[in-house]
């Protein structure tokens, strides 16, 4: 993201992609279960751009508890570096930042319910019999196969 390259808000880098990472995770869990409200796209943007500000501010008012945990326990400290103290003019500025780096394409989503963790796991089998730096095209075929070897054996143990 820019936030490293903006001298500005280079501090703040580390918090703002964790809670991005955090709400974006918390909205496609919400997805997956139908008992539990799920936020629109429109909800996420604003709790990257005016939810991530209040949240750094030390209003957590309108924070997700699964994403921020001071809203359970509201004897937690906020971890530093935050914006506790930071005036008014410089919040908005930030926003202004946020807002423009932070958009999305028309008909694109963060919110999913789709998983690639099995897609993973299976790729990096893969690499367990043979590096992808040695002659990647020729070897794929094989560890392919290997790999679906490997996987495989878990169900004939059963």
């Not at 008992?35 to 429109?42: C, F, L």
């Not at 990257?48 to 945990?69: A, D, M, S």
Request: one cysteine or more.
């Amino acid at each position: 993201m820019l936030i490293a390259s903006n001298h500005n808000w280079k501090h703040l880098e580390q918090p703002i992609m964790k809670y991005y990472t955090r709400c974006v995770y918390v909205a496609s869990v919400r997805a997956n279960n139908s008992e539990i409200p799920t936020p629109n796209d429109k909800e996420l943007a604003w709790m990257h751009t005016e939810g991530v500000i209040c949240h750094l501010r030390g209003n957590h008012t309108k924070c997700w508890p699964e994403v921020c945990w001071i809203v359970n326990n509201p004897d937690l400290s906020l971890p530093t570096p935050n914006l506790v103290g930071t005036d008014d003019n410089q919040c908005m500025r930030l926003l202004e930042f946020l807002k423009k780096t932070t958009k999305l394409r028309e008909n694109q989503s963060l919110i999913t319910t789709i998983r690639t963790s099995y897609n993973e796991a299976f790729n990096r089998l893969k690499l367990n019999y043979t590096e992808k730096k040695i002659d990647y095209p020729k070897s794929f075929r094989a560890r392919h196969a290997l790999s679906i070897i490997h996987n495989n054996n878990g169900f004939i143990e059963l």
